[in-house]
């Protein structure tokens, strides 16, 4: 793999540099390099052969190195890539990252989950709809693989009482992964196609807040997680007896007051509230969430190693997504592959369906996140009333893909639990991705047309 990535790049570049492109596609220089990087970058994205995050760096390495000192006349400064890599779209998932922090070393999710399953032993179909309404909940705000490994872990320890083929034990490690990736689609801050999508829009100048994302993405989520319950519940927990569903409820020895549950609740709705409110105060989503970040650590909340730990490489990751769709735009190459497809004739519905599809079928076989990075820099080449439907069709459908245990980190995890088979999990995953696709066209669309965030 390591010779085939190698030489695929020496010949890119060999082409480049005598033009190739230019002949062959009819590109401009500086479009011909950015074709060059994209195609490098996402074929390194795709195969993980380096770090997802040292693929980032690459994009602002061969940017400054390359894109720029080739350009000519007209070259951007370089500091139209380079603040890619702190925006305040970076800055708003800094933010989400410290409060997924908190609510993990407070056990607040713990708390939450046990809460539900007191409530709700007893009734099967109770049960799976609450801890799928949870598990989405909390993966509105925490990361979506952080999500399912919690809450597996927590429903582990009595799952370790049945075998392997028990109905519920399959149910649950279907519901918690399907919920986990469903609920990142509720906020902006739920998953990265979410943040890289609002950051491309941003560089359009269409501001996309968070009270908008979440009147049209929370239904979503609602009627996704319903139709996940139902189906689960009518293949496996129909005709299961009641007797089986004793369930303890789990410990943990590690001891937090109920004053830091309450101040971590506190500054946690105070951020929410920041975000929801932007139409009324208009401070940006990123200025908000300095908050969390200034209140957990300034408090001493949260610590030196807890600042340490958190996903830095995942922001690089982000940087870099957002650098090349930057490119794309300054370049034009977007423009191209649009006129090229004749994209523009298809009108906002046509193309947020087409692209929901496209993201879709993309990420039943690669990241959600390499998915929303190869399509979302395509779609800025759109006119800008085209811009919007097509970018959100991109972004949500690169979240719908969960029908193979590689499709999502939370299916891989609830795969190495053992139980599932692929064929199962074909089975179930392509059924809700298929019908939370449905929603996405049919619901969706029509509150984005309701809220009059775009004009179908």
């Known amino acids: ?126 049960l799976i709809l609450s801890l799928g309404f949870v598990t989405a909940f909390l993966s509105c705000f925490m990361n979506n693989t952080a999500t399912a490994a919690m809450m597996l872990g927590l429903v582990s320890s009595f799952m370790k009482t049945w075998t392997e083929d028990h109905p519920l034990r399959k149910s649950l490690l279907f519901l918690i992964p399907f919920s986990a990736n469903l609920g990142g689609i509720g906020t902006p801050i739920g998953t990265l196609p979410n943040v890289i999508g609002i950051g491309y829009l941003k560089e359009r100048g269409l501001d996309f807040g968070f009270l908008s994302w979440m009147g049209f993405a929370l239904p979503i989520v609602f009627v996704s997680i319903l139709i996940l319950c139902l189906l689960i519940y009518f293949i496996y927990l129909r005709k299961m007896s009641t007797n089986s569903l004793e369930l303890k409820i789990v410990e943990d020895s590690n001891f937090h007051s109920l004053k830091e549950k309450w101040i971590s609740i506190s500054v946690i709705g105070v951020t929410v509230l920041g975000w929801i409110t932007y139409d009324l105060h208009k401070i940006p989503n990123g200025t908000v969430a300095i908050i969390p970040i200034l209140c957990f650590f300034g408090f001493r909340m949260l610590t030196l190693h807890d600042f340490r730990s958190l996903p830095w490489e995942v922001l690089i990751l982000m940087g870099g997504g957002i650098a090349l ?132």
């Open 325 to 456: 769709g930057k490119a794309f735009e300054e370049t034009g190459l977007a423009s191209y592959f649009v006129n090229l497809f004749k994209l523009g004739d298809l009108g906002n519905y046509g193309l947020f369906v087409f692209f929901s599809l496209l993201s879709l079928s993309l990420s039943c076989f690669l990241s959600n996140t390499s998915t929303a990075n190869l399509i979302l820099p395509i779609t800025m080449g759109l006119p800008s009333n085209l811009v919007l439907p097509a970018a959100l069709g991109a972004t949500i459908g690169a979240s719908l893909a969960m029908p193979l245990p590689v499709s999502t980190p939370p299916n891989a995890l609830a795969f190495s639990y053992g139980g599932i088979t692929s064929r199962e999990m074909l089975k179930i995953g392509s059924q809700i991705s298929f019908y939370s696709w449905i929603v996405l066209v049919t619901i969706g669309a029509g509150l984005l047309y309701i809220l009059g965030i775009v004009e179908f």
């Open 1 to 126: 793999m390591a010779r085939i990535g190698t030489l695929f790049f020496l010949i890119l570049i060999l082409a480049s540099y005598f033009g190739a492109f230019q002949i062959w596609f009819g590109l401009t220089r500086p479009q011909e390099i950015n074709l060059v990087i994209a195609v490098t970058v996402s074929f390194l994205w795709v195969t993980e052969f380096v770090p997802l995050f040292v693929t980032g760096f690459l994009v602002l390495f061969l940017e400054l190195f390359w894109l720029i000192p080739f350009w000519g006349e007209g070259a951007p400064k370089p500091i139209v890539f380079l603040s890619c890599f702190f925006s305040e779209t970076i800055l708003l998932f800094l933010g989400g990252f410290v409060i997924s922090a908190a609510i993990s070393k407070f056990q607040l999710d713990r708390d939450i989950a046990n809460f539900v399953i007191k409530k709700t032993a007893g009734s099967a179909f109770l």
